[in-house]
C-alpha cells in the first residue's frame, strides 16, 4: 500500500458541532448507526472500541441482502486527538464480498469546526487501487446515513412565535 499520497480524499461539512459527529466516528452506539453502505448493519454486541493512542476499534458488518457475508474490521489506532482527530490501520477480513481480498488500509479522519455550529470533515483513505471504486461508494452511502443520524441526534432548533 502506498503511503505517500490517499487514493480517497474527502473534505465534507455536516450540519452538527464538532463534538457530536466526533462521538459518530467514536461512540460504537453512535457508529452501528451509521457506518457502512446502505442496507448494512453493525450488531452493537460485535463491537469493541477503545478510543486512545494505541487502542483500536474493532466491529463486523453485515449484509443483509447477501447473508453469508461477514466484514470484520480491526483497526489498530495510531493517533487519536480527542475531538479533533482519529488516525489508524484497519484490517479488512472475513467472508468479504465478492472481488474483495482481506487488506490493509489507513484512514485519517480530521474534526474542524465551521460556522454556525455545523464541522468539517477531512478524510484521508489509503488503500489498494481496485477498492477505490467500492470505498467511495461506501463512503457517499454511509454520509446519507450519518446526516441522517445526525440529525435524530441533533434536532435542527425551529423558531416558533408565541
Do not use: C
Not at 8 to 19: E, F, G, K
Not at 95 to 108: A, D, K, N, S, V
Not at 136 to 158: C, M, R
Amino acid at each position: 500500500m502506498d503511503r505517500d499520497d490517499p487514493q480517497i480524499v474527502i473534505s465534507r461539512v455536516v450540519d452538527a458541532p464538532r463534538d457530536l459527529v466526533y462521538r459518530a466516528f467514536t461512540d460504537p452506539d453512535h457508529l452501528a448507526a451509521w457506518w457502512g453502505p446502505i442496507g448494512n448493519s453493525l450488531p452493537r454486541e460485535e463491537m469493541d472500541f477503545d478510543i486512545r493512542p494505541g487502542g483500536h476499534q474493532r466491529w463486523t458488518e453485515l449484509f443483509p441482502t447477501q447473508p453469508g457475508l461477514r466484514v470484520d474490521v480491526h483497526i489498530d489506532l495510531t493517533d487519536v486527538a480527542d475531538g479533533e482527530l482519529i488516525d489508524g490501520v484497519a484490517h479488512v477480513t472475513g467472508q468479504l464480498p465478492e472481488g474483495i481480498e482481506p487488506h490493509e488500509t489507513r484512514m485519517r479522519v480530521e474534526f474542524h469546526d465551521e460556522a454556525d455550529g455545523r464541522t468539517r470533515l477531512e478524510i484521508r483513505q489509503w488503500l489498494p487501487e481496485r477498492l477505490v471504486g467500492p470505498a467511495d461508494q461506501g463512503w457517499n452511502e454511509a454520509f446519507s446515513k450519518l446526516d441522517a443520524a445526525l440529525t435524530n441526534a441533533h434536532p435542527i432548533a425551529v423558531d416558533v412565535e408565541v
